[in-house]
Protein backbone atom coordinates (compact mmCIF):
# COMPACT_ATOMS: atom_id res chain seq x y z
CA UNK A 1 0.00 0.00 0.00
CA UNK A 2 1.39 3.74 -0.90
CA UNK A 3 1.52 5.78 2.12
CA UNK A 4 -0.25 8.51 0.20
CA UNK A 5 -2.61 7.64 -2.50
CA UNK A 6 -5.19 10.03 -4.27
CA UNK A 7 -8.23 9.82 -6.71
CA UNK A 8 -6.65 8.73 -9.59
CA UNK A 9 -8.63 11.37 -11.70
CA UNK A 10 -8.09 13.15 -14.23
CA UNK A 11 -10.96 15.43 -13.26
CA UNK A 12 -12.50 17.19 -16.49
CA UNK A 13 -15.03 20.42 -15.10
CA UNK A 14 -16.48 22.94 -16.59
CA UNK A 15 -15.86 26.54 -15.33
CA UNK A 16 -17.51 27.51 -12.68
CA UNK A 17 -18.02 23.64 -11.25
CA UNK A 18 -16.99 22.83 -7.28
CA UNK A 19 -14.47 20.14 -6.93
CA UNK A 20 -13.50 17.90 -4.82
CA UNK A 21 -10.14 15.69 -4.62
CA UNK A 22 -9.26 12.90 -1.57
CA UNK A 23 -6.21 11.75 -0.03
CA UNK A 24 -5.48 8.95 2.32
CA UNK A 25 -2.50 8.39 4.06
CA UNK A 26 -1.29 5.25 5.74
CA UNK A 27 1.46 6.62 9.00
CA UNK A 28 -0.71 7.54 11.50
CA UNK A 29 2.24 9.46 12.94
CA UNK A 30 1.76 11.98 10.41
CA UNK A 31 2.22 15.03 11.79
CA UNK A 32 1.65 17.47 8.73
CA UNK A 33 -0.57 17.69 5.76
CA UNK A 34 -0.32 19.75 2.88
CA UNK A 35 -1.41 20.77 -0.83
CA UNK A 36 0.92 21.12 -3.78
CA UNK A 37 0.14 22.49 -7.20
CA UNK A 38 1.91 21.57 -10.01
CA UNK A 39 1.92 22.73 -13.43
CA UNK A 40 2.31 21.40 -16.60
CA UNK A 41 6.45 20.47 -16.63
CA UNK A 42 6.84 22.65 -13.59
CA UNK A 43 8.09 22.28 -10.32
CA UNK A 44 5.63 21.82 -7.44
CA UNK A 45 4.94 24.83 -5.44
CA UNK A 46 2.94 24.98 -1.93
CA UNK A 47 -0.60 25.50 -2.35
CA UNK A 48 -1.78 25.40 1.34
CA UNK A 49 -0.99 23.75 4.64
CA UNK A 50 -4.09 21.63 6.31
CA UNK A 51 -4.95 21.95 9.72
CA UNK A 52 -7.59 19.86 12.03
CA UNK A 53 -9.87 22.25 12.19
CA UNK A 54 -9.79 22.64 8.49
CA UNK A 55 -8.63 26.15 6.74
CA UNK A 56 -9.62 28.16 3.74
CA UNK A 57 -7.94 30.68 1.28
CA UNK A 58 -10.39 32.07 -0.96
CA UNK A 59 -11.91 29.38 -3.44
CA UNK A 60 -9.94 26.51 -1.52
CA UNK A 61 -10.95 24.66 1.53
CA UNK A 62 -8.79 22.15 3.00
CA UNK A 63 -10.06 19.25 5.52
CA UNK A 64 -7.98 17.20 7.98
CA UNK A 65 -9.46 13.76 9.50
CA UNK A 66 -6.98 12.26 11.86
CA UNK A 67 -9.11 9.34 13.21
CA UNK A 68 -9.54 8.29 9.35
CA UNK A 69 -6.34 9.76 7.72
CA UNK A 70 -7.89 11.53 5.31
CA UNK A 71 -7.42 15.06 3.54
CA UNK A 72 -9.39 16.89 1.23
CA UNK A 73 -8.70 19.94 -0.87
CA UNK A 74 -12.27 21.26 -1.99
CA UNK A 75 -12.26 23.97 -5.07
CA UNK A 76 -15.05 26.25 -5.52
CA UNK A 77 -16.23 28.33 -8.71
CA UNK A 78 -12.90 26.72 -10.60
CA UNK A 79 -11.38 28.73 -13.19
CA UNK A 80 -9.58 27.88 -16.43
CA UNK A 81 -6.68 28.75 -14.66
CA UNK A 82 -7.13 26.11 -11.41
CA UNK A 83 -6.15 23.62 -14.45
CA UNK A 84 -2.68 21.60 -13.14
CA UNK A 85 -2.23 18.50 -11.10
CA UNK A 86 -2.38 18.56 -7.32
CA UNK A 87 -0.59 16.88 -4.90
CA UNK A 88 -1.10 15.48 -1.20
CA UNK A 89 1.61 16.00 0.73
CA UNK A 90 2.38 14.42 4.48
CA UNK A 91 5.01 14.72 6.51
CA UNK A 92 6.35 12.70 9.61
CA UNK A 93 8.49 13.81 12.39
CA UNK A 94 9.57 10.57 13.12
CA UNK A 95 10.80 9.94 9.29
CA UNK A 96 12.64 13.33 9.93
CA UNK A 97 10.14 15.70 8.47
CA UNK A 98 10.54 13.80 5.49
CA UNK A 99 7.71 14.89 2.75
CA UNK A 100 5.70 11.92 0.93
CA UNK A 101 4.07 12.92 -1.64
CA UNK A 102 1.16 11.35 -3.44
CA UNK A 103 0.87 10.98 -7.67
CA UNK A 104 -1.59 13.46 -8.21
CA UNK A 105 -4.78 13.89 -9.37
CA UNK A 106 -5.01 16.19 -12.57
CA UNK A 107 -7.71 18.78 -12.84
CA UNK A 108 -8.86 20.18 -16.24
CA UNK A 109 -11.33 23.01 -16.27
CA UNK A 110 -12.99 23.62 -19.42
CA UNK A 111 -14.54 26.90 -20.84
CA UNK B 1 15.49 37.40 -6.31
CA UNK B 2 16.29 34.56 -3.65
CA UNK B 3 15.69 31.31 -5.05
CA UNK B 4 16.76 27.66 -6.57
CA UNK B 5 18.36 27.20 -10.19
CA UNK B 6 18.34 24.13 -11.81
CA UNK B 7 20.43 23.42 -14.91
CA UNK B 8 20.32 22.40 -17.49
CA UNK B 9 16.55 22.46 -18.47
CA UNK B 10 16.91 19.34 -20.52
CA UNK B 11 19.61 16.83 -20.86
CA UNK B 12 20.13 14.10 -23.10
CA UNK B 13 22.26 11.42 -22.19
CA UNK B 14 23.80 8.28 -23.91
CA UNK B 15 23.36 5.43 -22.44
CA UNK B 16 26.38 4.23 -19.58
CA UNK B 17 27.34 7.54 -19.14
CA UNK B 18 27.22 9.01 -15.94
CA UNK B 19 25.90 12.92 -15.72
CA UNK B 20 25.73 15.77 -13.51
CA UNK B 21 22.41 17.85 -12.39
CA UNK B 22 23.37 21.14 -11.18
CA UNK B 23 21.55 22.83 -8.19
CA UNK B 24 21.87 26.13 -6.43
CA UNK B 25 20.05 28.11 -3.88
CA UNK B 26 20.89 31.63 -2.84
CA UNK B 27 18.12 31.21 0.35
CA UNK B 28 20.76 30.34 3.04
CA UNK B 29 18.87 27.15 3.39
CA UNK B 30 21.02 24.65 5.53
CA UNK B 31 18.59 21.33 3.88
CA UNK B 32 18.89 20.36 0.17
CA UNK B 33 16.54 17.52 -1.12
CA UNK B 34 16.97 15.79 -4.59
CA UNK B 35 13.51 14.02 -6.03
CA UNK B 36 13.03 12.24 -8.85
CA UNK B 37 9.10 12.39 -10.80
CA UNK B 38 8.37 9.86 -13.09
CA UNK B 39 5.13 10.22 -15.46
CA UNK B 40 1.80 9.84 -13.54
CA UNK B 41 3.53 9.81 -9.89
CA UNK B 42 4.44 11.96 -6.77
CA UNK B 43 8.21 12.79 -5.89
CA UNK B 44 10.40 10.34 -4.33
CA UNK B 45 13.11 11.18 -2.48
CA UNK B 46 16.49 10.28 -3.77
CA UNK B 47 19.24 12.27 -1.11
CA UNK B 48 19.21 15.26 0.96
CA UNK B 49 21.82 16.97 2.90
CA UNK B 50 20.99 19.35 6.49
CA UNK B 51 24.79 20.28 6.52
CA UNK B 52 27.90 20.94 4.51
CA UNK B 53 29.74 17.76 4.18
CA UNK B 54 26.89 15.45 4.90
CA UNK B 55 24.28 13.69 3.10
CA UNK B 56 21.96 11.12 3.73
CA UNK B 57 20.21 8.50 1.29
CA UNK B 58 16.55 8.87 0.46
CA UNK B 59 14.30 6.52 -0.63
CA UNK B 60 15.82 5.40 -4.40
CA UNK B 61 19.55 6.25 -3.93
CA UNK B 62 20.82 3.45 -6.09
CA UNK B 63 22.74 4.69 -8.87
CA UNK B 64 22.71 8.33 -7.91
CA UNK B 65 25.46 10.24 -5.80
CA UNK B 66 25.61 13.71 -4.24
CA UNK B 67 28.20 16.32 -2.99
CA UNK B 68 27.82 19.13 -0.40
CA UNK B 69 30.90 20.96 -0.51
CA UNK B 70 29.54 24.48 0.02
CA UNK B 71 25.91 25.32 1.62
CA UNK B 72 24.33 27.30 -1.98
CA UNK B 73 25.19 23.61 -4.08
CA UNK B 74 24.19 20.23 -4.06
CA UNK B 75 24.78 18.48 -7.53
CA UNK B 76 23.20 15.57 -8.23
CA UNK B 77 25.04 12.43 -10.52
CA UNK B 78 23.23 9.93 -12.18
CA UNK B 79 25.42 6.96 -12.85
CA UNK B 80 25.44 4.38 -15.60
CA UNK B 81 24.21 2.06 -12.66
CA UNK B 82 20.95 3.72 -12.77
CA UNK B 83 19.01 1.28 -14.94
CA UNK B 84 16.18 3.73 -15.42
CA UNK B 85 17.07 7.41 -15.73
CA UNK B 86 14.80 8.85 -17.70
CA UNK B 87 12.42 11.25 -15.63
CA UNK B 88 12.50 14.87 -14.15
CA UNK B 89 14.49 15.92 -11.08
CA UNK B 90 13.77 18.16 -8.87
CA UNK B 91 15.88 19.87 -6.51
CA UNK B 92 14.63 21.95 -3.15
CA UNK B 93 15.82 23.41 0.04
CA UNK B 94 14.80 24.50 3.32
CA UNK B 95 15.45 25.77 6.46
CA UNK B 96 16.33 22.89 9.31
CA UNK B 97 13.31 22.31 11.36
CA UNK B 98 11.31 23.34 8.76
CA UNK B 99 11.65 20.24 6.74
CA UNK B 100 7.60 20.31 5.61
CA UNK B 101 8.34 24.10 3.77
CA UNK B 102 10.22 23.20 0.93
CA UNK B 103 11.38 25.35 -1.53
CA UNK B 104 11.87 23.28 -5.24
CA UNK B 105 13.60 24.74 -8.05
CA UNK B 106 12.37 24.11 -11.75
CA UNK B 107 13.76 20.56 -12.63
CA UNK B 108 15.78 18.63 -15.01
CA UNK B 109 14.12 16.86 -17.91
CA UNK B 110 16.73 14.00 -18.19
CA UNK B 111 16.58 11.70 -21.15
CA UNK B 112 18.56 8.89 -22.23
CA UNK B 113 19.02 8.00 -25.96
Known amino acids: RKEVEQDPGPFNVPEGATVAFNCTYS??????FFWYRQDCRKEPKLLMS???SGNEDGRFTAQLNRASQYISLLIRDSKLSDSATYLC????????????FGQGTELSVKP | DGGITQSPKYLFRKEGQNVTLSCEQNLNHDAMYWYRQDPGQGLRLIYYSQIVNDFQKGDIAEGYSVSREKKESFPLTVTSAQKNPTAFYLC????????????FGPGTRLLVL
Open chain 2, 92 to 103: ASSIVGTEETQY
Open chain 1, 27 to 32: NSASQS
Open chain 1, 89 to 100: VVASYNQGGKLI
Open chain 1, 50 to 52: VYS
